[in-house]
Every structure is written in structure tokens, then in C-alpha cells.
């Protein structure tokens, strides 16, 4: 993932600036020039913001007038793209919200549509929501029929439950089914983009709402779009991770009578920074044929001195009855962004069809 000040930076300020003054040639833009000097501390976010401020600082009057200077600035400055767009769209929406009027806040969306396919407006989308989510899904409900790609992807993306970077709305996450017909209308869209977006959304419904997403994409099997299947799978990965039943059986994987021999580690204990790795027989011990999703559950030990689970995806497979296969996998404990590991016990599993084998225990040594 890009660092803050590869996508938000003064070069960004400078754009925004220059876009402004093709429209405001005299604006002084004092608070523009001031949120220049002031970036480099801060987050993603925090940068957004920033400008976003800074911007409405600088063009004062009602949401008709910074309406005017963005679309103006969209129409004649060539800089006016790339992640400038952020600040500028969350200022829009933030304008609309504050006037408070059904004129602002639909014109607000209207023009979030028209700047997306700059950067996107994914991130401003979730201000209005969270001030009229009902308003804001009828209108999000015709961007589902819009021929912009960008406009039907931000339709799926911008009501993620849980979009990464941006703010919370509430709705999105406590009203059960909300923005499904959103995922109704494009789960079978001719864009791939738009697909993915459906999927990763699904995938947030479930943190939430297990049984809706699935019987959702049981709908969709039963009626599948060529892409329905790899779309369905990406949208339940989680759920399959977690060993969902219905996620399971809707993908194909039955409950099995299988044998796990293992894990077998190569070593009890690891050096922080360093690697296990290890194998396991597994043997279908039914009658029948069996289709296995195979993972495999690190058990990380906690800075309190608990576990918490991390479940990875290992291999599919399907074995006969008696027949037997092995599984090995390296598996790295070197130091990542979104993970800090802690010396002590931990342990690791395989997980069939969702059933958990049985547990083995290592160290990881401290630095």
C-alpha cells in the first residue's frame, strides 16, 4: 500500500490551487496556501481533511457558489483529477450537509457522480449518507442503470458496510439488507471492476450478516450470470474462512468424514523474524467422494497473553473414497505493516470444510 505522501502530498495542494485559480484568478486561497506547509504529519485521511477545510475556508458563500467553482475547475483545469478529488468531493458533500436543503444534497450526489471517474467519490459518498441514507439509496439506486462504469461501481462501492479509509455509517451496518438491491441490480455487470466491488461488499455484509449473504448469493446461483460463480466465491471468503455451513454447502463443500494426520512441524521453536513449516496427511475416510476446502488456522499469541486465530487459505481438493493427499506449507513470521506478532505460544491447524483439526503448539522466540 502506497504511503501517505505518495497519494496526498504538496504537489496535491499545488494542483488543488491551480485548479481553483482557472476559475478564481484573484483568490488569495490563504487557507489552500497554509494547508500546503501542514501535510507531511499527517495520515491519509487527516490530509483529506485538511484540504477539504481549507477549501471550504477558502470559497465562502452558499453550496450553489463552491458547486459553481468545482464544475467550473472540472470543465478548464487539466490538473483537476488524481487525489485532489478527495478533499474536493468531501468538501461538496460537506457544503450540501451543512445548507441542509433536498436541492443542496441531490445536487451534492449529482455531482459526486460526475467526478468520480477523476480519482473516486467513494469517500465523500459516505457524508451524505449518514445524513440521509434513504434519500442518498434512491438516488445511488439509479446510478446501478447508469452506462459510466465509474458511476456503477461508486454505486456498490461507496455503500461498502465497511470501506476501507473512510468513515463509519451507521445505516449501512445495522439495518439488515439495506443496500442489497444495490448488489442485486450489478452482480451482473459486464465490468469486472463493478463486479469486484459487489463482491468485497458482500464480503463486508458478512462480517454482520452471515445468513442474508448467503441466501443472497443462493438467489444469485440459482439464477447465475456467467461471472456469478467466481463473484459468489470472492463474496464468501470470509464466511469459508470462518467455516460457515451455508457458505460451505452453497460452494460445494459437503460435510465430510475425513482423517487428519498432523500437523507435523519442522520445529517447536521459531525465531522471531523467521519461518515454520509444515505437513499433514489427509485421508477420506467416507464412503463417498469428498470436494474439501482446505485452510490452515494460525493461533497468535496476544500481547495479554491470549490467542487470537488468523485463518489462511491453503488448497481445494477432491479425493475419492481412501484415497490420501499431503499438504505442506511454509509459513513466514517476518514483520509486517498490519500485523505485530508477539514472542510466546502459539499453534497452528488445519481447518476441513470448516472443522478444525486437532492443534500444534510452537514458541515464537523473542527479537
Known amino acids: 500500500m502506497p504511503f501517505a505522501d505518495e497519494l496526498i502530498n504538496d504537489r496535491t495542494a499545488q494542483s488543488l490551487i491551480l485548479a481553483v485559480h482557472t476559475v478564481l484568478p484573484s483568490a488569495e486561497l490563504p487557507s489552500l496556501q497554509a494547508a500546503e506547509q501542514q501535510l507531511a504529519p499527517l495520515a491519509l485521511r487527516q490530509r483529506a481533511d485538511l484540504l477539504r477545510d481549507a477549501l471550504l475556508a477558502d470559497i465562502p458563500g452558499d453550496y450553489a457558489e463552491l458547486a459553481r467553482v468545482v464544475r467550473a475547475a ?5 490538473v483537476f483529477a488524481g487525489w485532489l478529488i478527495w478533499p474536493v468531493t468531501s468538501a461538496v458533500a460537506t457544503k450540501a450537509v451543512t445548507e441542509d436543503t433536498a436541492d443542496a444534497f441531490d445536487d451534492a450526489m449529482a455531482l459526486l457522480a460526475e467526478l468520480t471517474g477523476r480519482l473516486t467519490s467513494e469517500f465523500a459518498l459516505r457524508v451524505l449518507l ?3 441514507v434513504d434519500r442518498g439509496l434512491g438516488i445511488v439506486a439509479g446510478w446501478t442503470l447508469s452506462p459510466d462504469t465509474d458511476v456503477r461501481r461508486l454505486a456498490s462501492e461507496g455503500t ?3 470501506l476501507p479509509w473512510s468513515t463509519r455509517v451507521p445505516d ?3 439495518r439488515p439488507g439495506l443496500t442489497v438491491p444495490v448488489l442485486d441490480a450489478l452482480y451482473g455487470d459486464e465490468s469486472e471492476y463493478v463486479r469486484r466491488s459487489v ?3 458482500l464480503n463486508d455484509l ?4 452471515a445468513d442474508l449473504v448467503v441466501a443472497t448469493a443462493r438467489r444469485w446461483s440459482d439464477a447465475p450470470a456467467p461471472t456469478t460463480g467466481p463473484l459468489v466465491r470472492h463474496g464468501l471468503r470470509t464466511l469459508v474462512k470462518r467455516g460457515h455451513p451455508g457458505a460451505l454447502e452453497l460452494l460445494g463443500f459437503a460435510p465430510a468424514t475425513v482423517e487428519v494426520d498432523g500437523p ?4 517447536v521453536r521459531v525465531a522471531f523474524g523467521g519461518s515454520i513449516r509444515f505437513t499433514a496427511v489427509i485421508r477420506n475416510a467416507g464412503a463417498e467422494e469428498a470436494r474439501l476446502a482446505i485452510d490452515y488456522v494460525v493461533h497468535h499469541n496476544k500481547a495479554n497473553g491470549s490467542q487470537s486465530a488468523k485463518t489462511f487459505k491453503l488448497t481445494t481438493r477432491t479425493l475419492g473414497p481412501g484415497e490420501a493427499m499431503e499438504v505442506t506449507r511454509e509459513h513466514s ?3 509486517i505493516t498490519t500485523r505485530r506478532y508477539h514472542p510466546g505460544a502459539h499453534a497452528i491447524a488445519l481447518q476441513i470444510n470448516g472443522v478444525a483439526s486437532a492443534r500444534a503448539e510452537f514458541e515464537l522466540q523473542a527479537p
Open 130 to 132: 449518514r445524513h440521509d
Open 74 to 78: 472540472k470543465d478548464s483545469a487539466p
Open 199 to 201: 463482491a468485497n461488499h
Open 206 to 209: 458478512s462480517r454482520d450478516h
Open 333 to 335: 513470521f517476518r514483520p
Open 160 to 162: 461498502r458496510p465497511y
Open 264 to 267: 507435523v512441524l519442522d520445529r
Open 172 to 174: 449501512l451496518i445495522a
